[in-house]
C-alpha cells in the first residue's frame, strides 16, 4: 500500500542563493537516500565530522531562525523554510549537501523549494512510515507567548495567533490542518520584519543577506516591496510555515493539534523538547496494515500524512 511507504526524491536538485543572516553564497544538493536513511545535513565545505542531524536535541539557536550543530560545532542555520517544505512533501530520507553555514533563504519563503521537488516527484518505497501521536497535553510558556499540543485522531492542525505592535500587522490568525488543506499559500508566506527593527538585526551581525527580494518589510502601515502580500494573510501564514518546519524536528510526522500563541522557533523547540522528554506523552507508530490504529482507517487522511 504505497501511501504508507516511505519516500524520496527521484532525481537530484541542485540549488543556489544566499543566506538571509550570513550574506554568503550558498548551493545545495537534495539527493535521494535509501529507506530508514531520514533527513541529514552534510557540510561540504568542512572535510570531516561534517554530518548534522536536523534533531530538536540538535538546536543550539532559535533566536531569529533555527540552527543545529553537531557535537563537533559543525552547524547548518536557517533550516526551517527546507524543512517544512520536505514535510508537506512527504519526504521522509534525504541527504541534503550544503557548502557554507546557512541554507539559502531564495525568496523568503518554501515556495522555490517545493517548486524544485514538485519538477522531479517523489520516489515510493516499499518500507512503512512511522509517526509520532500526540497522547496527553504538553504547555509551554514564557510570559505571554505559548504554545500547546493537544491529541488528535487523524490530524495535524496548527492554530496560530501573533499579535505585533504595527498596525499592518496587528493581530492575525489562522488554523491549517496539514493533511487535509491546500498548503500553497503557507509555502508561498514569506519571512517579515518591521522596519525599525532592520538597525537592531545589523547590529546583531544578523540579515546580511536581507533584502526586499527575499522579506517583506513593513514601515509603519505599508508594505516596502514591490510585491505586496501574496495572501491576506501572510504574516501569520509565515510563523505556520516556520512552525512546520520546526516540528519535523521531531524526527517524524506528527498527529495532534498544535496551538501557539505569539510563538516562534524557541517556542516550538522548547515546546517539542518538552513533549519528547516524557515517554508517556506520545507513541510512536509504524504504518503496517495490521497495526493502523481504527482512527486511522480514514485512507483520505492516511494518504495526506503519508
Known sequence: MSILKQKTLKKEISLSGV?????????????????????????????????????????SSASYCTKISNEYGVSVSTIEHLMAALYGKGVDNLLIEIDSEEVPILDGSSKNFVEAINSVDIEISDQPIKIITIDKEVVYKEGEKSITFQPSKISLEIDFEINFKNELINTQKNKINIYMDDLSDMYNSRTFCLFEDIEKLKNLNLAKGGSLDNAIVVKQNKILNKEKLRNEKEFVNHKILDCLGDLYLSGYKLVGKITSCQGG???????????????????IIELKEKNIPHSFLNKNILKSIA
Open 19 to 59: 543566506g538571509l543572516h550570513s550574506g554568503k553564497k550558498v548551493n545545495i544538493k537534495l539527493i535521494p537516500q535509501r529507506p530508514n536513511t531520514g533527513i541529514y545535513f552534510k557540510r561540504t565545505d568542512i572535510r570531516s565530522n561534517n554530518i548534522v542531524y536536523p534533531s530538536v536535541f540538535n538546536v
Open 265 to 283: 522557533h524557541n517556542i516550538t523547540n522548547q515546546g517539542l523538547r518538552k513533549l519528547l522528554s516524557k515517554n508517556e506523552n506520545f507513541s
